[in-house]
């Protein structure tokens, strides 16, 4: 599986960017897209993730914010980032993965395929 990201740039605080992730390839076990960001200094986080049926999670410092979502014809995720915020700035990264639910709830496991990452950073 490759993956190719684009979208990202410099936006003023309380902007927004569109991020696009689109995949070439096919691996049966792969049920779910991701994307994680990268600050300086900071450790790689899950932003959000969707699974092949359209269920979303999202992490609690972009939610009511971001969007996640896919078109399977072009085989492409989007990332949607409204009222970006300084903190949002981070090298973003979109990932091939498996997401499994335990007890209700969706857990998603990276697989070893990354995007390039695309640069966002968010400054006045």
């Known amino acids: 599986v490759q993956l190719q990201a684009s979208g990202g740039g410099l936006v003023q605080p309380g902007g927004s960017l569109r991020l696009s992730c689109a995949a070439s390839?096919?691996?049966?076990?792969?049920?779910?897209r991701a994307w994680y960001r990268q600050a300086p200094g900071k450790q790689r986080e899950l932003v959000a993730f969707?699974?092949?049926?359209?269920?979303?999670r999202y992490a609690d410092s972009v939610k009511g914010r971001s969007t996640i979502s896919r078109d399977n014809t072009q085989n492409t995720v989007y990332l949607q980032m409204n009222s970006l915020k300084p903190e949002d700035t981070a090298v973003y990264y979109c990932?091939?993965?498996?997401?499994?639910?335990?007890?209700?709830?969706?857990?998603?496991?990276?697989?070893?395929?990354w995007g390039q990452g695309t640069q966002v950073t968010v400054s006045s």
């Open positions: 990932n091939a993965g498996e997401a499994r639910t335990y007890s209700g709830s969706y857990y998603y496991t990276p697989y070893d395929y």
């Open positions: 390839g096919y691996i049966f076990s792969i049920n779910a």
């Open positions: 969707i699974t092949t049926d359209g269920s979303t």
